[in-house]
């Protein structure tokens, strides 16, 4: 007989309670509680009995594990590749989040088509086998080792795979999945969070890589609960501004790579292409110069990228003046403003501000700051930087220019991409060994950048 459990979950981050309550204890959102059913059935999963390796498992010693076991498959988009640290782990489950139409179902159907050596399963509980056909002739490339199926029960999804045996699974996406050992609606945390189980279950016992699709909601997270990110090996966010072609694939957890890697993509009418050389399309060409614009060598993860920034100060009509920032921390804004104002005697208390970063990109790396600041300072005197210059360097509260990491990669980008003056802070000087063509400027406050520039 089974037995039946009931418990009450909050459905934002997965605290279990045995009594309803308005206000959950751990994340403080108002009225998530919701009733679950657990039935405590003797779970088998499907493939256990086959690949009872499981159960033999004895412990190992170090020495004994050869390095062979963790091989790698390589997809043929070097973008994922990279992001994935190197290649897809066997055995390994990767989530990807990211916001519905962003296209995450797109890159993954694309990936595995073009995978072709090795026998891909796509799960899909969202769309019709058609209206996947559909998105896969709009790609156009044919693949004969490429398997589609529709469902959402997790059993019938493990027996079809142990018809086919694929080398790499896609599951779209988790919010779908329903597991036959939980009551409750397919997208409820107990629900994802028990798929997602058994389908970690699943890779380890018979080593097969598997992505997880999952949405994210309005706040950025992953629709849900957090524990997710606990039970994968690694998560990729897939972002971006759907006003713009651009999206990007950022690692955000890997067990098995560089944790802050980072992949460009444009959306196009044949799906997604790779963007080898974002510097490039971060900075536009433009041929008269504009006061406003400077161009900071930031990093993203291990990746040096050239990024224009944009500002825009105007005499503020109302009385209060606004600062309205897209791709930059508001306070971060803020915090520079007040240095301008203080350090330098620039008045933006009275003045509008506005920034953006181009592309659409996000932007934490606090090397940008000097770039910001040039970018206000021109657009405050209304005086064009050369297009030439770019910079990179921190900004302290005392107008102080601090020295920034990984200062040669960034360099040696600039100095790739045809500038002829890259302005860093003195403090970088003693980190710089290797001779670059490149002219190199040292400053150490913002009053010196000023009379360098202006
Ligand atoms: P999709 O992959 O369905 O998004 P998600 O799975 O994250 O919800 O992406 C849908 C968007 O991508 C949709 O707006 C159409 C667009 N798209 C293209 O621009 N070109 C293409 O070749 C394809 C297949 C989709
Ligand atoms: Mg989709």
């Not at 934490?364 to 770039?371: K, Q, R």
Request: with cysteine.
């Amino acid at each position: 007989m089974s037995k039946n459990k009931t418990t009450f979950i909050c459905q934002n981050c997965g605290t279990e309670s045995a009594k309803w309550q308005g206000k959950c204890p751990s994340c403080n959102s108002w009225n998530t509680f919701v009733e679950e059913i657990i039935h405590k059935d003797n779970k088998k999963e499907i493939w256990e009995d086959e690949q009872s390796d499981v159960k033999n498992t004895r412990s190992k010693k170090l020495g004994e594990i050869s390095d062979s076991e963790t091989v790698r498959i390589l997809t043929k988009d070097n973008e994922l590749n990279r992001v994935l640290g190197g290649g897809i782990v066997e055995g390994s489950v990767i989530l990807v989040a990211g916001e519905p139409g962003i296209g995450k179902s797109t890159l993954f159907l694309q990936a595995c088509l073009q995978m072709n050596t090795i026998t891909t399963l796509y799960i899909s509980g969202e769309e019709s086998l058609q209206q996947i056909k559909m998105r896969a002739d709009r790609l156009k490339i044919a693949n004969d080792n490429f398997y589609l199926l529709t469902s959402t029960d997790t059993q019938t999804i493990f027996n079809e795979i142990k018809k086919i045996r694929p080398q790499l699974v896609v599951i779209d996406s988790i919010q779908t999945l329903e597991s036959q050992f939980i009551e409750s609606a397919p997208g409820s945390v107990s629900q994802v969070r028990e798929c997602t189980a058994e389908i970690v279950r699943f890779a380890k016992a018979t080593n097969t890589p598997v992505f997880i699709i999952g949405h994210i909601t309005k706040d950025g997270s992953i629709a849900g609960p957090k524990v997710l990110e606990h039970m994968v090996d690694t998560v990729l966010q897939f972002e971006g501004d759907r006003h713009y072609a651009y999206r990007i694939l950022r690692t955000t957890k890997n067990r098995f790579g560089n944790g802050s890697e980072l992949g460009i993509y444009e959306m196009s009418e044949g799906g997604l292409k790779q963007i080898t050389n974002p510097s490039e399309i971060l900075i536009t060409q433009k041929d008269e110069q504009l006061s406003g614009v400077a161009i900071a060598a930031m990093m993203e993860g291990a990746r040096p990228l050239l990024i224009e920034t944009q500002a825009l100060v105007t005499h503020a009509v109302y009385g209060t003046p606004q600062r309205t920032v897209t791709g930059y921390d508001l306070r971060r804004l803020q915090l520079l403003l007040a240095v301008l104002e203080k350090r330098g005697g620039f008045h933006f208390g009275v003045k509008d501000v506005f920034l953006n970063m181009a592309g659409g990109i996000k932007v934490e790396d606090p090397a940008i700051d000097l770039a910001v600041i040039c970018a206000l300072l021109s657009s405050y005197e209304d005086k064009p930087i050369p297009m030439s210059i770019c910079f990179v360097g921190e900004v302290g509260l005392s107008g102080e220019v601090r020295a920034v990491s990984r200062i040669e990669q960034r360099i040696a980008e600039a100095e790739k991409l045809g500038f002829e003056k890259i302005i860093v802070s003195k403090f970088n000087k003693k980190s710089i060994s290797s001779t670059f063509k490149i002219q190199i400027s040292f400053v150490s406050t913002i009053e010196e950048l000023y009379r360098i520039l202006f």
